[in-house]
């Protein structure tokens, strides 16, 4: 149980276009989820944190009108990337949490999507 | 603003070797410290979650302990194996919030 998919895994765009990733938690509600990234040999970096039904809340330094966070359902939190360029290439990171499950507000994590923006 | 630090950066040991990763952190205010594993080009997979109540919580070959006071915890691994070969990760959270990581220890096991 406990599980938080998404998708894709992995992505190539253009310099220029949106890219839009999905979070699901698939057996539980989450009512917050977490973006992080992840550039190479760095760890993990918070860029936003997203409440159902509400704006996202964003870290200092992150462009909230290049990255769209969406968390329209408890389900459900899209991250999309607006006219991404090279320095946008990272590893994306979602994670969500909810009270009901795991305890102690514990986040369960998504596998990651790579993007590559040529 | 809560930091947290991971030593060593990178450790290298031969198979069977018992061995420990530190992790401190500034703010002791924590409500709960997670180790995770990451192989390379993969996501986290948590190992061990330990609640600022608690004083370490094992799971097989791990053993993770917290002295909060001190901000401190380290993640011991028995009988090392070359599948234990990864980045490990120690993140520390408030109640609710996002959790803030350190940025590793990169650990080699050479059969």
């Known amino acids: 149980g406990a599980v938080v998919s998404q998708h894709p895994s992995w992505v190539i765009c253009k310099s220029g276009t949106s890219v839009k990733i999905e979070c699901r938690s698939l057996?539980?509600?989450?009512?917050?989820m977490f973006w992080y990234r992840q550039f190479p040999k760095q760890s993990l970096m918070l860029m936003a944190t997203?409440?159902?039904?509400?704006?996202?809340?964003?870290e200092q330094g992150v462009e909230k009108d290049k990255f769209l966070i969406n968390h329209a359902s408890l389900t459900l939190s899209t991250l999309t990337v607006t006219s991404a360029h090279p320095e946008d290439s990272s590893f994306y990171i979602c994670?969500?949490?909810?009270?009901?499950?795991?305890?102690?507000?514990?986040?369960?994590f998504g596998p990651g999507t790579r993007l590559t923006v040529l | 603003k809560q930091e947290v630090t991971q030593i060593p950066a990178a450790l290298s040991v031969p198979e069977g070797e018992n061995l420990v990763l530190n992790c401190s952190f500034t703010?002791?205010?924590?409500?709960?410290l997670q180790w995770f594993r990451q192989d390379p080009g993969k996501g986290l997979t948590s190992l061990l979650l330990?609640?600022?109540?608690?004083r370490e919580q094992t799971s097989g070959r791990l053993n993770a302990s917290l002295d909060k006071s001190s901000g401190r915890s380290t993640l011991y691994i028995a009988a090392s194996q070359p599948g234990d070969s990864a980045t490990y990760l120690c993140?520390?959270?408030?109640?609710?919030?996002?959790?803030?990581f350190g940025k590793g220890t990169t650990l080699s096991v050479s059969s």
């Open positions: 994670s969500a949490q909810s009270r009901g499950r795991g305890g102690y507000n514990e986040q369960f």
């Open positions: 057996d539980f509600q989450a009512t917050t």
């Open positions: 997203s409440n159902e039904g509400s704006k996202a809340t964003y």
């Open positions: 703010d002791s205010a924590i409500y709960n």
């Open positions: 330990i609640q600022s109540s608690q």
């Open positions: 993140a520390v959270s408030l109640a609710g919030t996002a959790l803030i």
